[in-house]
């Protein structure tokens, strides 16, 4: 399934409102009873818009995630330590977000400015493996895309600090390389609601 958005904002209403158009599929995991709409895509025209949901819970979360990427927290971020730090034991770290825009600098028609947030020896089996698992960057047309796949994504709670924070990544890479505009995809392989949110929303408007 696919939707398209200019901002997170209305993206954000949009994806919560598939869940009241459509039966979602019910399932249990070890987190609780969750609805679930498998293979969503969501397409930002306009991530540099950072203006959160009108409705949206959890600002505090916003600023959390984005303190992993951009702030104080990135020392401890495991997704800032695997997109600008990548190790692998036999040589200095790897800033792999810096290297694929570096690539795109050099050959704006590029295919592989690619970049991995996932590590089968930590997270096949892991607790709580990372949520995004991957990403790679295009120039098209005269805009940057930001191409993120997402393992699993909590529609309620994290989709929107997880939107908002690789907009701004997206929008930042953009001016970094010159571009006029930018966009961001996202795609969750499960983009889910738990059972007592999903409740939440059946019983008002967000």
């Not at 919560?16 to 009873?33: D, E, M, N, S």
């Not at 096949?124 to 493996?129: A, E, N, S, V």
């Amino acid at each position: 399934m696919e939707i398209e958005a200019s901002t997170v904002a209305a993206g954000w209403h949009e994806v919560i409102a598939l869940f009241a158009r459509q039966p979602p599929t019910r399932i249990a995991t070890r987190h609780g009873v969750s609805f679930d709409i498998p293979g969503l895509t969501v397409w930002l025209r306009n991530p540099a818009d950072l203006t959160p949901p009108q409705g949206y819970l959890y600002p505090e979360l916003i600023k959390d995630y984005r303190d992993r990427i951009f702030g104080d927290q990135r020392e401890a971020s495991l997704l800032y330590q695997r997109m600008r730090r990548w190790a692998d034991g036999d040589g200095p770290p790897v800033d792999q977000f810096a290297q694929a825009v570096e690539l795109l600098r050099r050959d704006e028609h590029s295919r592989s400015a690619v970049f991995s947030l996932w590590r089968p020896e930590e997270d096949l089996g892991g607790r709580f493996p990372v949520s995004p698992v991957g990403g790679a960057l295009r120039i098209v047309g005269d805009d940057l895309v930001l191409f993120l796949t997402a393992r699993s994504v909590d529609v309620w709670v994290g989709l929107v600090p997880e939107l908002l924070t690789f907009a701004q990544l997206a929008a930042d890479a953009a001016l970094e390389l010159g571009l006029t505009g930018s966009r961001l995809c996202h795609h969750s392989w499960s983009a889910h609601l738990y059972e007592v949110d999903y409740l939440t929303y059946l019983a008002g408007p967000t």
